[in-house]
């Protein structure tokens, strides 16, 4: 397969850590700009970071559902954990992981200045190869850009920003114990909740100037689990044993869960029904104001219940109970009756790729 993307971008990062995970022989290619303008569109009807052509001609997109998909085929353990509750609660982390810590993210990478000289710079250098313009010109659009459309166009501003750097900054506190006492966060492997992380993490976190030094010096073992990831192996790994049932250390990430990412999905998917192009978003007393209105997290959120109804009637109980410890299940089944209309035909990772922003 040819994975076109960026050595930057949140979610190539979690692709490929899966594919060096599993094995899979990959060729990488520059998501440059005429690539993103015009071939990618016109075979997956919009372009994401990072987008895939298989060798039998066939494109797809979306890592949550490419990664289930690339699964079924796989020997040994699947990275989407067989007990039903692990399973449900690790793909709970990884749609946070997705959407919630994407904010976070993308605020670190462009609101400060040694962050946002790096990242504009590796990434004009990578997709924008323009000879005949000065570095200095693409790189300050470029900065602007993402400033515009990752930051203040996704409602940060001063009166927020405490709570935005809150979203990492306290999740570096949960992890940290989880990640000094075992490898990964169900034990002696990666699953799917760590990949989910490593979107934001490995590409994000981990090397950009400002949350990369806070990472390393308030959480450490957090440093390492990033790196042991990005390096783990299949072939090296893929028996090692994982927990039973869900540790009680997640407990304080999946009350996090509850308080934002479930808030945020159920307040966007209001908005969505309702024709709004931007809406405000609350959650723990801070506000967002203005953020694009997503198609995209709607189907988020109609996975997550679906997913729930298809459990079994112990693993249903067990994990309801979980939810509602940890303030999960009133957001998650506030919006039942909403719109969605990204994949109606149910072919993801095969369909037709959903805008996520503006441009």
């Known amino acids: 397969m040819i994975v076109y993307g960026s050595k930057i971008s949140y979610f190539t990062g979690k692709f490929e850590a899966y594919l060096r995970w599993r094995e899979i022989p990959y060729e990488y290619r520059a998501l440059d700009a005429r690539l993103y303008r015009s071939v990618v569109p016109a075979h997956l009807g919009a372009t994401q970071y990072p987008s895939v052509e298989l060798e039998d001609g066939r494109w797809m997109s979306d890592t949550t559902p490419m990664i289930a998909w690339l699964e079924q085929d796989q020997p040994g353990p699947s990275v989407i954990p067989d007990d039903p509750v692990q399973r449900y609660l690790s793909l709970l982390v990884e749609d946070y992981g997705?959407?919630?810590?994407?904010?976070?993210?993308?605020?670190?990478?462009?609101?400060?200045?040694?962050?946002?000289?790096?990242?504009?710079?590796?990434?004009?250098?990578?997709?924008?190869?323009?000879?005949?313009?000065?570095?200095?010109?693409?790189?300050?659009?470029?900065?602007?850009?993402?400033?515009?459309?990752?930051?203040?166009?996704?409602?940060?501003?001063?009166?927020?920003?405490?709570h935005t750097e809150g979203s990492y900054l306290n999740l570096l506190g949960w992890l940290e114990p989880i990640f000094a006492e075992r490898q990964f966060m169900l034990g002696g492997r990666p699953t799917i909740a760590d990949f989910g992380l490593m979107g934001s993490f490995w590409r994000h976190f981990v090397h950009d100037p400002t949350p990369a030094r806070l990472m390393q010096e308030q959480a450490p073992a957090v440093f390492e689990w990033a790196a042991r990831t990005?390096?783990?192996?299949?072939?090296?790994?893929?028996?090692?044993?994982?927990?039973?049932?869900?540790?009680?250390?997640?407990?304080?990430?999946?009350?996090?869960?509850?308080?934002?990412?479930?808030?945020?999905?159920?307040?966007?998917?209001?908005?969505?029904?309702?024709?709004?192009?931007?809406?405000?978003?609350?959650?723990?007393?801070?506000?967002?104001?203005?953020?694009?209105?997503?198609?995209?997290?709607?189907?988020?959120?109609?996975?997550?219940?679906?997913?729930?109804?298809?459990?079994?009637?112990?693993?249903?109980?067990?994990?309801?109970?979980?939810?509602?410890?940890?303030g999960c299940w009133e957001p998650l089944?506030?919006?039942?009756?909403?719109?969605?209309?990204?994949?109606?035909?149910?072919?993801?990772?095969?369909?037709k790729a959903t805008r996520m922003v503006r441009d």
């Open 333 to 351: 089944w506030r919006v039942t009756d909403f719109r969605c209309d990204h994949d109606p035909e149910g072919t993801a990772p095969f369909c």
């Open 98 to 162: 997705d959407e919630w810590l994407w904010r976070p993210a993308m605020h670190y990478r462009w609101s400060n200045a040694p962050d946002r000289y790096l990242a504009s710079t590796r990434l004009v250098e990578e997709i924008l190869p323009i000879g005949a313009i000065p570095m200095g010109l693409r790189r300050s659009w470029m900065a602007r850009r993402q400033t515009r459309l990752f930051v203040s166009g996704d409602g940060v501003e001063r009166a927020n920003r405490e």
């Open 230 to 326: 990005w390096n783990a192996r299949v072939s090296l790994r893929g028996d090692e044993p994982i927990l039973e049932g869900i540790p009680n250390d997640w407990g304080p990430i999946l009350s996090e869960i509850g308080e934002t990412h479930l808030e945020a999905l159920a307040q966007n998917a209001v908005a969505f029904t309702a024709g709004e192009k931007q809406h405000d978003l609350s959650v723990q007393g801070a506000v967002y104001r203005g953020i694009p209105t997503s198609a995209y997290r709607p189907w988020c959120l109609r996975q997550l219940q679906e997913n729930f109804r298809i459990l079994p009637p112990a693993a249903s109980t067990m994990v309801r109970d979980l939810l509602e410890r940890h």
